[in-house]
């Protein structure tokens, strides 16, 4: 037990800014937690089989729901890769008239989801990360993924997301989140939001500071809907999740 919590306690540090990875460490040491608890190890490998398949079910059910929010005729914007979203535009793809994805720069992970929604069958256009914002006073939902959701409905997500969402609720339209479960972080934490290698924006230029963030902060009040494998998440679904992650949490550092 001891050796299976220090690897736990390693991945609490592993992609800070993503809750599924801490999550996943923590759901997996309560399993263990229990097994050896109750003095029979043999079931902890089960419990922890059947964490990973509870997850891809809820990865599949979150697309699901999302999808059938996507009525026919759409216009969506979106940016960066999200498998839920792209799951759930492919479930929905005879639906929507119109996609437009914001490239995210600097990996530009936005082209392979315009690539994988052309594929759908979806009129797909790929836009600057500049110009997403005003594609929305012409959209009628800006739909995109979760790499954290906080206890108050905040949402960690990709850089650009903020902006979107702004422009979202200046326009009138409905800004909808697709995640699962797994997203929420532990009550009480804050995740770091991490910053990538200032090489990917370039070389260098002599007096200039380079901040590549590649995560931010959405506050609750801007997002209309997060959909989960369980539908509509509501506040003290959200809260309840994030109590229990805590309480595990602090039996593996603990506190």
Do not use: Y
Not at 78 to 102: I, K, N, P, Q
Not at 174 to 199: I, Q
Request: net charge positive; charged share 25%.
């Amino acid at each position: 037990l001891d050796a299976f919590r220090a690897v736990c306690r390693r991945a609490l540090e592993t992609r800070p800014s993503m809750a599924p990875v801490r999550s996943a460490a923590l759901e997996a040491f309560d399993a263990f937690h229990t097994a050896a608890r109750e003095g029979d190890l043999s079931t902890a490998a089960r419990r922890i089989r059947e964490l990973i398949a509870r997850r891809e079910r809820d990865a599949v059910a979150a697309a699901t729901h999302a999808a059938a929010s996507i009525p026919h005729g759409a216009r969506i914007v979106t940016l960066s890769r999200s498998e839920s979203v792209l799951w759930a535009l492919r479930d929905a793809a005879e639906r929507v008239e119109r996609l437009v994805v914001a490239e995210s720069r600097p990996a530009c992970e936005g082209r392979t989801t315009a690539r994988l929604a052309a594929s759908f069958g979806i009129p797909t256009t790929l836009v600057t990360d500049a110009a997403a914002a005003g594609e929305c006073r012409q959209c009628d939902m800006l739909l995109f993924g979760a790499d954290s959701i906080l206890p108050d409905g905040t949402v960690v997500n990709k850089t650009g997301t903020f902006p979107l969402c702004l422009a979202a609720r200046h326009a009138g339209k409905e800004a909808l989140c697709v995640a699962t479960p797994s997203k929420v972080m532990p009550a009480g934490v804050e995740p770091a939001l991490e910053r990538m290698d200032a090489g990917e924006l370039g070389p260098d230029i002599p007096g200039v500071t380079v901040k590549n963030a590649c995560f931010e902060r959405v506050p609750a009040s801007l997002v209309t809907r997060i959909v989960t494998g369980r539908g509509m998440s509501e506040p003290q679904q959200l809260a309840a999740r994030a109590r229990r992650l805590r309480e595990v949490q602090d039996r593996l550092l603990g506190a």
